[in-house]
């Protein structure tokens, strides 16, 4: 069993020049996704939440992720708009709050925030409230969360790359290939 950062170089270094901006990056990526796959294993149920422009990731996350070709567990992942569509509607503290009630008592295992977006939406303070959200925010350097820029050209073509890798990733974890414990 090798180390996630070891197994994550190679795997990006095998997809060849499409993901070769991701070596660099994986530094950040790899503390990411290994708290985030420890709180699946443990039980935790993956909330995603997106801002506007990337609804249309979320559904494909959801639809790849649980594919029946997969040929491993069904996995707990839940849209935070599919499962709360009045989501546009929170405005306040307070509204998050009872947001989090609801969740609390629908998840008992617990949850984590996966959250996709600019870190100006008024959903990304959902997530922040998580040490251990997982987050691909764009266009600021966040404490525990993956840096994109929504102006590169390239933006959809990166987020697909990157649910490849992390779908490759939980491949891994289940199938014990990778260590989350060694990083």
Do not use: C
């Not at 090798?2 to 503390?31: A, C, N």
């Not at 708290?35 to 990731?57: A, C, H, K, P, Y």
């Not at 966040?142 to 987020?159: A, M, P, T």
Request: glycine share 4%; aromatic share 12%; proline share 2%.
């Amino acid at each position: 069993m090798q180390q996630l950062l070891k197994w994550t170089l190679e795997t990006i270094r095998k997809d060849g020049s499409m993901m070769s901006w991701m070596e660099e990056k994986r530094f950040e990526w790899v503390p990411q996704v290994s708290s985030m796959l420890q709180n699946l294993l443990s039980g935790q149920t993956i909330v995603i939440i997106t801002d506007f422009e990337r609804e249309w990731f979320s559904e494909y996350v959801l639809r790849k992720l649980n594919e029946n070709d997969k040929n491993r567990p069904m996995l707990p992942f839940v849209s935070l708009k599919t499962f709360f569509p009045n989501v546009r509607q929170l405005k306040t503290k307070d509204d998050i709050e009872l947001l989090e009630d609801m969740l609390a008592q629908s998840f008992s295992n617990g949850y984590t925030f996966f959250y996709i977006g600019k870190s100006t939406d008024i959903k990304m303070q959902i997530a922040k409230l998580h040490d251990d959200s997982f987050m691909w925010v764009f266009d600021e350097h966040l404490q525990n969360s993956f840096y994109l820029s929504s102006g590169d050209d390239l933006l959809d073509i990166k987020l697909i790359q990157l649910f490849r890798l992390l779908d490759k990733s939980i491949n891994a974890v289940l199938f014990a290939e990778v260590d989350l414990e060694d990083g």
